[in-house]
Nanobody, 127 residues
Framework: QVQLVESGGGWVQAGGSLRLSCAAS????????MGWFRQAPGKEREFVAA??????YYADSVKGRFTIFRDNAKNTVYLQMNSLKPEDTAVYYCAADSPPVLSGSLRYNDPLKFDSWGQGTQVTVSS
Protein backbone atom coordinates (compact mmCIF):
# COMPACT_ATOMS: atom_id res chain seq x y z
CA GLN A 1 0.00 0.00 0.00
CA VAL A 2 1.21 3.48 -0.88
CA GLN A 3 0.35 6.88 0.48
CA LEU A 4 -1.69 9.15 -1.76
CA VAL A 5 -2.09 12.86 -1.09
CA GLU A 6 -4.72 14.73 -3.07
CA SER A 7 -5.14 18.43 -3.69
CA GLY A 8 -6.97 20.79 -5.99
CA GLY A 9 -10.57 20.33 -4.99
CA GLY A 10 -12.81 23.28 -4.40
CA TRP A 11 -15.86 25.20 -5.50
CA VAL A 12 -16.46 26.28 -9.06
CA GLN A 13 -19.33 27.50 -11.18
CA ALA A 14 -20.74 25.36 -13.94
CA GLY A 15 -18.57 25.57 -17.01
CA GLY A 16 -15.44 26.17 -14.98
CA SER A 17 -12.34 24.06 -14.57
CA LEU A 18 -10.34 22.43 -11.81
CA ARG A 19 -7.20 20.34 -11.78
CA LEU A 20 -6.85 17.65 -9.17
CA SER A 21 -3.43 16.35 -8.18
CA CYS A 22 -2.48 13.13 -6.47
CA ALA A 23 1.04 12.72 -5.17
CA ALA A 24 2.09 9.16 -4.45
CA SER A 25 4.81 7.58 -2.40
CA UNK A 26 6.83 4.66 -3.65
CA UNK A 27 9.94 4.00 -5.64
CA UNK A 28 8.12 2.35 -8.54
CA UNK A 29 5.39 4.89 -9.25
CA UNK A 30 5.77 4.46 -12.99
CA UNK A 31 4.50 0.92 -12.57
CA UNK A 32 1.37 1.91 -10.67
CA UNK A 33 -1.98 1.72 -12.37
CA MET A 34 -3.68 4.93 -11.24
CA GLY A 35 -7.31 5.90 -11.16
CA TRP A 36 -9.79 8.53 -10.12
CA PHE A 37 -13.17 7.74 -8.63
CA ARG A 38 -15.90 9.91 -7.23
CA GLN A 39 -18.70 9.45 -4.77
CA ALA A 40 -21.78 11.57 -4.29
CA PRO A 41 -23.84 11.36 -1.09
CA GLY A 42 -25.82 8.15 -0.87
CA LYS A 43 -24.16 6.63 -3.92
CA GLU A 44 -21.47 4.07 -4.60
CA ARG A 45 -18.04 5.00 -5.79
CA GLU A 46 -18.12 5.78 -9.48
CA PHE A 47 -15.26 5.29 -11.89
CA VAL A 48 -14.04 8.49 -13.52
CA ALA A 49 -10.72 7.83 -15.22
CA ALA A 50 -7.64 5.63 -15.08
CA UNK A 51 -4.21 5.38 -16.63
CA UNK A 52 -1.54 2.76 -16.90
CA UNK A 53 1.86 3.73 -18.30
CA UNK A 54 0.35 5.38 -21.35
CA UNK A 55 -3.20 4.20 -22.00
CA UNK A 56 -6.12 6.14 -20.55
CA TYR A 57 -9.67 5.11 -19.74
CA TYR A 58 -12.69 7.31 -19.10
CA ALA A 59 -16.23 7.02 -17.95
CA ASP A 60 -18.68 8.00 -20.66
CA SER A 61 -19.97 10.81 -18.47
CA VAL A 62 -16.63 12.64 -18.52
CA LYS A 63 -15.22 11.85 -21.95
CA GLY A 64 -14.22 14.99 -23.78
CA ARG A 65 -14.26 17.04 -20.59
CA PHE A 66 -11.80 15.35 -18.23
CA THR A 67 -8.21 14.34 -18.90
CA ILE A 68 -6.05 12.07 -16.79
CA PHE A 69 -2.30 12.27 -17.11
CA ARG A 70 0.76 11.51 -15.05
CA ASP A 71 4.20 12.91 -14.39
CA ASN A 72 6.31 10.00 -13.24
CA ALA A 73 9.24 12.28 -12.38
CA LYS A 74 6.98 13.92 -9.79
CA ASN A 75 5.19 10.75 -8.70
CA THR A 76 1.96 12.56 -9.48
CA VAL A 77 -1.21 11.83 -11.40
CA TYR A 78 -3.58 14.60 -12.42
CA LEU A 79 -7.20 14.95 -13.37
CA GLN A 80 -7.91 18.00 -15.46
CA MET A 81 -11.62 18.76 -15.29
CA ASN A 82 -13.10 21.17 -17.80
CA SER A 83 -16.67 22.19 -18.59
CA LEU A 84 -17.74 21.14 -15.14
CA LYS A 85 -21.39 20.41 -14.49
CA PRO A 86 -23.38 20.36 -11.25
CA GLU A 87 -23.66 16.58 -11.58
CA ASP A 88 -19.88 16.39 -11.26
CA THR A 89 -20.23 17.42 -7.63
CA ALA A 90 -18.74 14.67 -5.48
CA VAL A 91 -15.83 13.66 -3.34
CA TYR A 92 -13.05 12.65 -5.70
CA TYR A 93 -10.66 9.90 -4.71
CA CYS A 94 -7.29 9.02 -6.14
CA ALA A 95 -6.48 5.32 -6.18
CA ALA A 96 -3.52 3.14 -7.01
CA ASP A 97 -3.00 -0.48 -7.91
CA SER A 98 0.52 -0.88 -6.60
CA PRO A 99 2.93 -3.80 -6.57
CA PRO A 100 2.68 -6.58 -5.74
CA VAL A 101 -0.13 -6.65 -8.28
CA LEU A 102 -2.77 -9.14 -7.23
CA SER A 103 -5.65 -7.68 -9.20
CA GLY A 104 -4.56 -8.28 -12.75
CA SER A 105 -7.81 -10.02 -13.57
CA LEU A 106 -9.97 -7.08 -12.47
CA ARG A 107 -11.27 -4.44 -14.84
CA TYR A 108 -9.79 -0.97 -14.91
CA ASN A 109 -13.04 0.53 -13.67
CA ASP A 110 -13.48 -1.85 -10.74
CA PRO A 111 -12.71 -0.16 -7.42
CA LEU A 112 -11.64 -3.54 -6.04
CA LYS A 113 -8.68 -3.43 -8.40
CA PHE A 114 -7.09 -0.66 -6.37
CA ASP A 115 -5.31 -1.29 -3.10
CA SER A 116 -4.48 2.27 -2.06
CA TRP A 117 -6.79 5.25 -1.75
CA GLY A 118 -6.40 8.92 -1.02
CA GLN A 119 -8.43 10.75 1.58
CA GLY A 120 -10.69 12.35 -0.99
CA THR A 121 -11.14 15.94 -2.04
CA GLN A 122 -14.46 17.71 -2.39
CA VAL A 123 -15.46 19.15 -5.74
CA THR A 124 -18.57 21.30 -5.75
CA VAL A 125 -20.00 22.69 -8.97
CA SER A 126 -22.74 25.26 -8.65
CA SER A 127 -25.38 26.02 -11.25
Amino acid sequence: QVQLVESGGGWVQAGGSLRLSCAASGRTFSSYFMGWFRQAPGKEREFVAAIDRIVTYYADSVKGRFTIFRDNAKNTVYLQMNSLKPEDTAVYYCAADSPPVLSGSLRYNDPLKFDSWGQGTQVTVSS
